[in-house]
């Protein structure tokens, strides 16, 4: 990984750069130095400039200390301008500019080989840098946010520079951003953002806290002007909250992830009168989240946005499932985690083995208070054995010294409802069933304490199961009536896919928006911004 990559980063100016090259190396090259000296020179300086860097040392010692970019040839001339003008875009996908102007000074006093060797790294350098931001992301996760347990998997230098050397250099660059048509519409949607920012945004803030239909007056036209501006109501001279104003709030609560009532509520507005800069950042963080996600994610695979409180299953690019979905509460050890793994088997009948930290955070207080407290949970000893309540001395144990395990045996009554979906990980998140049904009618639902609730577990059960079955519904139901915990394999592990975006460009329709509960895209832009990521047009 280039250790020194963002300092190539944040001014861009590379026209100069490349004529420069052109005549230096044309100049060096017919010097009378002998054809050995000059050789030696160029690669002891290459071997010199890109010791500190163990990937791009590797490339140079095996093609020889050849020059990839400051050669006089055609190869080396169609690997400059490739870079030139995969650089000049750089912008357009939420990328840092790339700094070249330490090489420009360089180059305006090089007068040996030596020096060109130099360059000739700075460059590879330079190259390398972009070539993993735009394929990979320019940050690495788990250092913006602890949540952010995902592995993304980076190429090395080594390789990006082997590759690019035996490729045509412009497609080599074109096929290094991410593939996927989300990304192909957040960037679309990302240059209509900043050509609106220019022409002032959204126009004037309603500076009413809520409106409801019938209501007239200044705020009123305001709302209608910002709906007008969004593109959700067609133009209208109306200073009232007409119908045409309630069908175009609900539009907006629909792809804000709130309750589509037609009323401008205090939460509604706030989503309103969020600045347009805000929700462009949200697309640059979305787009860098996708880099992020650069992977094959499985012709069918299971997709849980937690912002979203949804649950899909994608096949061959198409949603043939959808449920709502409860994740974990926004408390700093029960955020649900983003990560992706493999679906392997689901549990009909679940037992739920306590997770050690809620005994001894939630129940070993409770059993210290009344030993008969959560009665409907057994105690278990270390030999496997229930443990006769009335024999314990609770407040004889701290949560370190704690001894049981506590289960719950399965029934309606589990706190894992009557199925759990398991992609064993280390985390010990899974999707399951739940007793507390009314949660999936709340427009917020973080509720959990790490792991998916599932608002309709037995559909999504039936759809997994319709791949290796006739009858899904009947294999299911049989293991449910058992009453007895059933494992069912899967006979084709589902790819999942825990995922944090607040800004989603669907194939048909308006971008959808929704807000950031664990404030973990804050944090993403914010690490953007410090990285020398910038918004394309100041406005409203």
């Known amino acids: ?16 750069l490349v ?42 010692r095996s093609n020889g200390y050849q020059p990839l970019w400051t050669g006089t040839g055609a190869q080396d001339k169609s690997r400059r301008a490739a870079l030139l003008k995969a650089l000049a875009s750089a912008k357009d996908h939420g990328l840092p500019t790339y700094d070249v102007s330490v090489l ?3 180059l305006k006093n090089v ?17 390398v840098a972009y070539a993993q931001d735009i394929n990979s992301g320019v940050l690495v996760p788990a250092r913006i946010d602890s ?8 190429k090395s230098g080594t390789s990006l520079l082997a590759g690019f050397a035996n490729s045509n250099p412009s497609g080599f660059l074109k ?15 990302k240059l209509r953002l900043e050509a609106l920012l220019a022409k002032g945004g959204w126009g004037t803030p309603v500076s009413a806290k809520s409106l409801k239909p019938g209501q007239s007056g200044a705020a009123v036209v305001e709302l209608r002007n910002r709906l007008i501006r969004m593109g959700y109501l067609n133009r209208s001279a109306s200073q009232s909250y007409d119908a045409s104003i309630q069908t175009a709030v609900q539009l907006f609560q629909q792809d804000h992830g709130l309750t589509p009532d037609g009323v401008a509520g205090a939460g509604t507005m706030v989503e309103i009168n969020t ?103 057994k105690l278990i000893d270390s030999r496997g054995r229930v443990v006769n309540r009335s024999a314990v001395n609770f407040n004889a144990f701290s949560a370190k010294s704690f001894p049981f395990a506590i289960k719950q045996p399965p029934s309606s009554r589990n706190a894992l409802g009557l199925v759990k979906f ?34 309709d577990p037995f559909d999504f059960a039936y759809a997994l199961l319709a791949k290796q079955t006739s009858d899904p519904e009947g294999t299911f139901k049989k293991a449910l009536n058992s009453r007895v915990e059933t494992p069912i394999t899967l006979q084709t592990p589902v790819p999942v896919h825990l995922v944090y975006r607040t800004a989603v460009a669907p194939a048909k329709g308006r971008m959808n928006y929704r807000r950031d509960v664990y404030g973990r895209d804050a944090k993403v832009w914010a690490g953007l911004e410090k990285a020398g990521v910038a918004l394309g047009a100041v406005g409203g």
């Not at 420069?20 to 090259?29: Q, Y």
């Not at 949540?147 to 980076?154: A, F, L, Y």
């Open 1 to 16: 990984m280039i250790t020194n990559a963002l300092s190539f980063r944040r001014a861009f100016g590379f026209s100069t």
């Open 19 to 60: 004529a420069l090259i052109v005549v230096v190396g044309a100049s060096l090259a017919s010097s009378p130095l002998h054809a050995q000296s000059k050789v030696s020179a160029f690669a002891q300086a290459v071997a010199e400039a890109a010791a500190r860097d163990d990937e791009i040392a590797a490339f140079y």
């Open 104 to 106: 420009k000074t360089q």
């Open 111 to 127: 007068k040996s080989l030596r020096a060109l060797g130099r360059i000739e790294v700075e460059m590879s350098k330079l190259f």
């Open 147 to 154: 949540g952010i347990v995902r592995s993304v998997p980076r």
């Open 175 to 189: 096929a290094m951003p991410p593939k996927s048509p989300e990304y192909a519409r957040l960037m679309k949607e």
């Open 275 to 377: 600045p347009l800069q805000r929700r462009l950042a949200s697309v640059v963080v979305a787009m860098e989240r996708e880099r992020w996600t650069n992977i094959a994610r499985g012709e069918r695979h299971i997709w849980v946005n937690l912002t979203d409180f949804s649950a899909q299953i994608i096949d061959n690019g198409r949603v043939t499932f959808a449920t709502r979905s409860v994740v974990g509460k926004n408390q700093p050890d029960r955020r649900s985690p983003e990560f992706s793994d493999v679906m392997e088997f689901m549990v009909v009948n679940p037992t739920w083995n306590v997770p050690r930290s809620i005994a001894t955070k939630e129940y070993l207080p409770m059993l210290k208070r009344n030993p008969n407290a959560v009665s409907h949970l």
């Open 422 to 455: 398991m992609f064993p990980n280390k985390h010990n998140i899974y999707l399951h069933d739940t007793p507390s049904k009314s949660l999936f009618a709340r427009e917020v639902r973080a509720f959990s304490h790490g792991c998916i609730r599932l608002s």
